[in-house]
Protein backbone atom coordinates (compact mmCIF):
# COMPACT_ATOMS: atom_id res chain seq x y z
CA UNK A 1 0.00 0.00 0.00
CA UNK A 2 1.34 3.53 -0.95
CA UNK A 3 0.76 6.73 0.87
CA UNK A 4 0.51 9.82 -0.64
CA UNK A 5 1.11 13.41 0.65
CA UNK A 6 0.15 16.70 -1.30
CA UNK A 7 1.17 19.98 -1.19
CA UNK A 8 1.25 23.55 -3.39
CA UNK A 9 -2.48 24.44 -3.32
CA UNK A 10 -3.11 28.31 -3.14
CA UNK A 11 -4.96 30.79 -3.70
CA UNK A 12 -3.86 32.44 -7.28
CA UNK A 13 -4.70 35.01 -9.63
CA UNK A 14 -6.67 34.11 -13.34
CA UNK A 15 -3.33 33.90 -15.53
CA UNK A 16 -1.11 32.46 -12.35
CA UNK A 17 0.92 29.31 -12.39
CA UNK A 18 0.86 26.99 -9.31
CA UNK A 19 3.11 23.67 -9.15
CA UNK A 20 1.38 20.63 -7.40
CA UNK A 21 3.59 17.70 -5.38
CA UNK A 22 2.45 14.52 -4.21
CA UNK A 23 4.77 12.31 -1.94
CA UNK A 24 4.91 8.58 -1.88
CA UNK A 25 6.02 6.40 0.88
CA UNK A 26 5.15 2.81 1.73
CA UNK A 27 2.49 2.22 4.29
CA UNK A 28 4.80 -0.32 6.36
CA UNK A 29 8.43 -0.32 6.56
CA UNK A 30 9.97 -0.85 2.70
CA UNK A 31 10.97 0.11 -0.31
CA UNK A 32 9.26 1.89 -2.96
CA UNK A 33 9.66 3.46 -6.15
CA UNK A 34 7.24 5.75 -7.48
CA UNK A 35 8.42 5.07 -10.93
CA UNK A 36 6.72 1.56 -10.82
CA UNK A 37 3.71 2.82 -10.61
CA UNK A 38 1.09 4.63 -12.77
CA UNK A 39 0.09 8.67 -10.95
CA UNK A 40 -1.85 10.72 -12.06
CA UNK A 41 -3.77 13.54 -10.67
CA UNK A 42 -8.30 14.18 -10.13
CA UNK A 43 -10.29 16.92 -9.49
CA UNK A 44 -13.58 18.07 -7.70
CA UNK A 45 -15.02 21.61 -7.75
CA UNK A 46 -17.90 21.90 -5.34
CA UNK A 47 -20.87 20.49 -6.59
CA UNK A 48 -19.42 18.18 -9.27
CA UNK A 49 -18.06 14.89 -10.10
CA UNK A 50 -14.35 14.24 -9.17
CA UNK A 51 -12.50 14.26 -12.99
CA UNK A 52 -9.21 13.25 -14.55
CA UNK A 53 -7.01 15.79 -14.80
CA UNK A 54 -3.43 14.07 -15.96
CA UNK A 55 -1.38 10.98 -15.91
CA UNK A 56 1.45 9.13 -15.70
CA UNK A 57 2.43 5.72 -17.15
CA UNK A 58 4.61 2.82 -15.08
CA UNK A 59 8.23 3.18 -16.58
CA UNK A 60 9.08 0.50 -18.87
CA UNK A 61 11.55 -0.41 -21.09
CA UNK A 62 9.66 1.23 -23.96
CA UNK A 63 9.49 4.71 -21.39
CA UNK A 64 6.56 6.18 -20.36
CA UNK A 65 3.29 7.56 -21.93
CA UNK A 66 1.29 10.93 -20.46
CA UNK A 67 -1.99 11.68 -20.83
CA UNK A 68 -4.18 14.81 -19.86
CA UNK A 69 -7.67 16.42 -19.71
CA UNK A 70 -8.56 18.51 -23.01
CA UNK A 71 -9.16 21.38 -20.27
CA UNK A 72 -5.65 21.26 -19.44
CA UNK A 73 -3.73 20.68 -22.38
CA UNK A 74 -0.91 23.26 -23.31
CA UNK A 75 -1.89 24.23 -19.11
CA UNK A 76 -0.26 21.49 -17.24
CA UNK A 77 2.33 19.35 -17.10
CA UNK A 78 2.83 16.07 -15.06
CA UNK A 79 6.33 14.68 -14.40
CA UNK A 80 7.81 12.46 -11.29
CA UNK A 81 11.16 12.81 -9.54
CA UNK A 82 12.12 9.13 -8.85
CA UNK A 83 14.69 10.09 -6.31
CA UNK A 84 12.51 12.41 -4.06
CA UNK A 85 9.67 9.58 -4.87
CA UNK A 86 7.63 12.44 -5.58
CA UNK A 87 4.91 13.63 -8.77
CA UNK A 88 4.50 16.88 -9.59
CA UNK A 89 1.76 18.36 -11.58
CA UNK A 90 2.89 22.46 -13.22
CA UNK A 91 -0.14 24.66 -14.02
CA UNK A 92 0.17 27.54 -15.89
CA UNK A 93 -2.35 30.03 -16.88
CA UNK A 94 -4.80 29.04 -14.46
CA UNK A 95 -8.52 29.58 -15.21
CA UNK A 96 -11.21 30.27 -12.70
CA UNK A 97 -12.53 26.85 -13.89
CA UNK A 98 -9.08 25.05 -12.53
CA UNK A 99 -11.17 25.89 -8.84
CA UNK A 100 -10.87 22.51 -7.17
CA UNK A 101 -9.62 19.93 -4.95
CA UNK A 102 -6.72 18.00 -6.32
CA UNK A 103 -6.04 15.25 -5.72
CA UNK A 104 -3.02 12.61 -6.44
CA UNK A 105 -3.95 8.76 -7.38
CA UNK A 106 -1.14 6.13 -7.90
CA UNK A 107 -2.18 2.29 -8.83
CA UNK A 108 -1.56 -0.59 -11.47
CA UNK A 109 -3.22 1.58 -13.95
CA UNK A 110 -4.69 5.37 -13.85
CA UNK A 111 -6.25 6.56 -16.62
CA UNK A 112 -8.93 8.83 -17.64
CA UNK A 113 -11.58 6.16 -16.89
CA UNK A 114 -9.45 4.12 -14.24
CA UNK A 115 -8.43 5.28 -11.18
CA UNK A 116 -5.34 3.39 -8.39
CA UNK A 117 -6.23 2.40 -5.47
CA UNK A 118 -4.37 5.12 -3.22
CA UNK A 119 -5.26 8.39 -2.75
CA UNK A 120 -4.12 11.53 -1.51
CA UNK A 121 -5.99 13.60 0.92
CA UNK A 122 -6.35 16.27 -1.55
CA UNK A 123 -4.68 19.66 -1.65
CA UNK A 124 -7.51 22.98 -2.52
CA UNK A 125 -6.59 25.17 -5.61
CA UNK A 126 -8.12 28.69 -5.70
CA UNK A 127 -8.54 30.84 -9.38
CA UNK A 128 -9.70 34.00 -8.32
CA UNK A 129 -9.29 38.01 -8.42
Known amino acids: QVQLRESGGGLVQPGGSLRLSCTAS?????????????TGWFRQAPGKEREFVAA???????????SYADSVKGRFAISRDSAKNTMYLEMNDLKPEDTAVYYC??????????????WGQGTQVTVSS
Open 105 to 118: NVGQVVKPNIQGDS
Open 26 to 38: ARANGDLDITDYA
Open 56 to 66: ISRSSWSGTWT
